[in-house]
T-cell receptor, first 114, second 115 residues
Framework: QQQVKQSPQSLIVQKGGISIINCAYE??????FPWYQQFPGKGPALLIA?????SEKKEGRFTISFNKSAKQFSLHIMDSQPGDSATYFC?????????????FGSGTKLNVKP | NAGVTQTPKFQVLKTGQSMTLQCAQD?????MYWYRQDPGMGLRLIYY???????DKGEVPNGYNVSRLNKREFSLRLESAAPSQTSVYFC??????????????FGPGTRLTVT
């Protein structure tokens, strides 16, 4: 049973549009929520992350919105570009002493049309 | 500074054969991880090593063994490969916290096919 549910499975957006990917979790012990970006043939790389003490975090065109009461968080990509075409994974981790044990969502394949 | 390296990049095995996937990191990280990635399933943790000398099971450990050879190296062994182990395998490492959290750095992956 997947601990982090991610939707949609795939997404097609026109250049300049907004891409939105959603994730939901049940485990209230989770306290770190990163998003990873993966290009074909490469390993995932950290894009942006949030802790549950804030409701939003923005880095350039990428924003995470976090709703602690609903146990949901989402990634918004503003002004989407063809170079953003990749697979995006949300993840969650409980607090541990010296490392993070991630549970990943199933991934969203984003295609930004020029 | 190569980051996380994995060998081999591709491998084809017959059912019942064994092999070891190698992973090394040069970032002086304490923790290392092995994941498998399957379509529609995301990344699932197989085993992890929180620090040198320790290893623990993740979500899907059956059919695998690991060895944390030293601080740099963490290997994954398939003793008797099965078609269900056809997947892309990623190694990752994490170390110094950034903003209170431990970013994981991933290798380029090993694509394994078991026939």
């Amino acid at each position: 049973q997947q601990q982090v549910k991610q939707s949609p499975q795939s997404l097609i957006v026109q250049k300049g549009g907004i891409s939105i990917i959603n994730c939901a979790y049940e485990n209230t012990a989770f306290d770190y929520f990163p998003w990873y970006q993966q290009f074909p043939g490469k390993g995932p790389a950290l894009l942006i992350a949030i802790r549950p003490d804030v409701s939003e975090k923005k880095e350039g065109r990428f924003t995470i919105s976090f709703n602690k009461s609903a146990k949901q968080f989402s990634l918004h990509i503003m002004d989407s570009q063809p170079g953003d075409s990749a697979t995006y994974f949300c993840a969650a981790s409980p607090r541990t002493v010296n490392f993070n044990k991630f549970y990943f969502g199933s991934g969203t394949k984003l295609n930004v049309k020029p | 500074n190569a980051g996380v390296t994995q060998t081999p990049k591709f491998q084809v095995l017959k059912t019942g054969q064994s092999m070891t996937l190698q992973c090394a990191q040069d970032m002086n990280h304490n923790s290392m991880y092995w994941y498998r990635q399957d379509p529609g399933m995301g990344l699932r943790l197989i085993y992890y090593s929180a620090s040198e000398g320790t290893t623990d099971k993740g979500e899907v450990p059956n059919g695998y063994n690991v060895s944390r050879l030293n601080k740099r190296e963490f290997s994954l062994r398939l003793e008797s490969a099965a078609p269900s182990q056809t997947s892309v395998y990623f190694c990752a490492s994490s170390g110094t916290p950034r903003g209170g959290s431990y970013e994981q750095y991933f290798g380029p992956g090993t694509r394994l096919t078991v026939t």
